[in-house]
């Protein structure tokens, strides 16, 4: 399931590059990461629906924090937070090169585990 979300993940982040190099010309400026938007807006949305101290954004100004804040497995905070410094590295025309790299070395560990899984 993780290998299949991973693989997804990474699929869209390739699509959503080669629509913005298609799209528009290459400048300087990051791209707003709709992540951290998101995760402000849905705060804002639960504060205003009176949800105070049970809040589950709890006042998370971007999505590393609510990542930090969230109760989950370590294993998978520390894999979504690979997800998304690969989507924000994507935001960034200048690393686009480290964007390739890193993009090749998750599809490659997403093909072993497939892989793995197939065996056992």
Do not use: H, W
Not at 21 to 39: F, G, R, V
Not at 67 to 90: A, F, G, T, V, W
């Amino acid at each position: 399931m993780k290998t299949m979300l991973t693989l997804t993940l990474l699929c869209l982040i390739g699509v959503t590059n080669a629509q913005t190099n298609n799209s528009e010309s290459l400048d300087s400026t990051k791209q707003m990461n709709l992540l951290d938007e998101q995760t402000k807006i849905f705060g804002q949305v639960f504060e205003l629906g009176g949800m105070g101290a049970d809040n589950p954004f709890g006042g998370a100004t971007n999505y590393l924090q609510l990542l930090d804040q969230i109760e989950m497995n370590p294993e998978m905070k520390k894999e979504l937070r690979d997800q998304y410094n690969l989507y924000d590295m994507s935001l960034d025309p200048k690393k686009k090169d480290s964007l390739g790299i890193a993009f090749s070395q998750k599809l490659q560990e997403a093909m072993e585990k497939s892989q793995n899984d197939i065996e056992n």
